[in-house]
């Protein structure tokens, strides 16, 4: 526990000091990656466990055609290239490949749970979003307008960006059957084509 945030735990993915069901939901945003593949469904399972009704994992999956990994090899390149360090992040993605989204489904679907996917993050978009964001990194004449541009995006082109081909995916699991209803209010929450 930390002092300056006493209700924030640092411990063990594998082993979460909570009971069985101790929370509504169990979301992991951008973790899953980060996660050797031997213990992906560990993972999964430990946040199963200790939901009581959904659980969310968000993340870059891989694709069929590895475009997704080899744009983030590029990324991780022109990091290096230009600033002389190793993204730590990206490197993480690199040496553990992408997880499966296949995978992460079919260990819900095989412990009875109910699979909502959402795409989060038009690729084309991104990719030149972040090449854009680490290409100002540690430029000093560009730090009054980064903001702004970052703000502009989060108004005006993120909200037509959820839909494929999506650079993340949002793997949302219910303990119980989705109902229409709910089917319906997560499919709203992809950007709409004439939006696009």
Known sequence: VRESAPSYLVCDAFELPFGNMSFDAVVALDVIEHVSPDKRTDFVGEMCRAADSIVVVAAPFEDEKGVIAEAERLLFDYIKETHSYEHRYFKEHITNG???????????????????????GY????????????????????????????????YYCYPHDNHEPAYRHFVVAQRDDFSPMERAALSRMTSAAENR
């Open 123 to 154: 690729f084309p978009r991104w990719f030149l979003t972040i090449l854009l964001e680490y290409g100002a990194e540690f430029n000093t004449l560009l730090e009054n307008i980064m903001p702004k541009l970052r703000q502009y995006y989060n």
């Open 98 to 120: 992408l997880p499966s989204i296949e995978d992460t489904i079919e260990y819900f679907h095989k412990d009875g749970w109910s699979v909502h996917t959402l795409p989060n």
